[in-house]
C-alpha cells in the first residue's frame, strides 16, 4: 500500500514562527502536492512538484514556500505564521500526471493552529 | 472558472437509509469527474470515478453516474452504514497538460444506527 506520512499531526505555533511541514512518501512518487483544508471551502492547491528540485504554485500560494530536495519527501515552509494560516494541511503524492488517472494519495494530514 | 458545487451537510441518515449526495460541475473542457471520501482521521482517498459522458462509477456500494446534460454527478448507495460515516469531496479534472483536481466544499454524512 501507498504510504504519505506527515510528520505531525498537530501543531500551535506562534504568530511570526517559522513552520515546517513535512511529508514522506515511499512509492517512488514523481508528483507530490500540499492542500490547505478549510471548511466550507474544501482543498486549495498550495503548491505542486513533478520532480526533485521542481515547484509550481498552486491556487493560493501566498506566504507558503516548498522544498523537495529529494524525490520521496516535500517540505511545505510558513516563512512567517499568522493567525489566517491556521487550517488543516494534506500532502499527496501521485505515480503520474493527475490527468491521466485523478487519483493522489493522501497523507492523513497536520492540523496547525497559529496563535 | 471551473468549479464543483457540492449539496451542503451535514447529511444525516439511519442505518439502511437510501443516501444522494448532489454534485454539479462548471467545466470548460471535458472533465474526469471523482469522488473522495475521508473517514474521520484519515486522509481522502478515491472512492470512484467516471472519465466520459455516461460512464458510472461504482465502488462499495456507490455509484455514481456522470450526466453531461445537467453536468452533475450525484453520489447514491441503497444501503448506508454506520461505517459509511465520513466527509464525501466530488472532484474534477479536465484531461490535457498537467492540470490539477479541483474539488468541491465536501459533506459531512453522519450515520447512526
Known amino acids: 500500500d501507498v504510504k504519505v506520512t506527515q510528520s505531525s499531526r498537530y501543531l500551535v505555533k506562534r504568530t511570526g514562527e517559522k513552520v515546517f511541514l513535512e511529508c514522506v512518501q515511499d512509492m517512488d512518487h514523481e508528483n507530490m502536492f500540499w492542500y490547505r483544508q478549510d471548511p466550507g471551502l474544501g482543498l486549495r492547491l498550495i503548491y505542486f512538484s513533478y520532480d526533485v528540485k521542481m515547484k509550481e504554485k498552486g491556487d493560493i500560494p501566498e506566504g507558503y514556500s516548498v522544498s523537495r530536495e529529494k524525490k520521496e519527501r516535500f517540505s511545505l515552509i510558513l516563512e512567517s505564521a499568522s493567525t489566517n494560516q491556521t487550517s488543516m494541511y494534506l500532502c499527496a503524492s501521485s505515480p503520474e500526471v493527475p490527468a491521466n488517472t485523478g487519483e493522489l494519495f493522501f497523507g492523513e494530514g497536520s492540523r496547525l493552529t497559529v496563535l | 472558472g471551473d468549479s464543483v458545487t457540492q449539496m451542503e451537510g451535514p447529511v444525516t441518515l439511519s442505518e439502511e437509509a437510501c443516501l444522494t449526495i448532489?454534485?454539479?460541475?462548471?467545466?470548460?473542457?471535458?472533465?474526469?469527474l471523482f469522488w473522495y471520501v475521508q473517514y474521520p482521521g484519515e486522509g481522502l482517498q478515491l472512492l470512484l470515478k467516471a472519465t466520459k459522458a455516461d460512464d458510472k462509477g461504482s465502488n462499495k456500494g456507490f455509484e455514481a453516474t456522470y450526466r453531461k446534460e445537467t453536468t452533475s454527478f450525484h453520489l447514491e448507495k441503497g444501503s448506508v452504514q454506520v461505517s459509511d460515516s465520513a466527509v464525501y469531496f466530488c472532484?474534477?479534472?479536465?484531461?490535457?497538460?498537467?492540470?490539477?483536481?479541483?474539488f468541491g466544499a465536501g459533506t459531512r454524512l453522519a450515520v447512526h444506527p
Open positions: 472532484a474534477l479534472i479536465l484531461s490535457g497538460g498537467y492540470n490539477k483536481l479541483i
Open positions: 448532489n454534485c454539479t460541475y462548471t467545466a470548460t473542457g471535458y472533465p474526469s
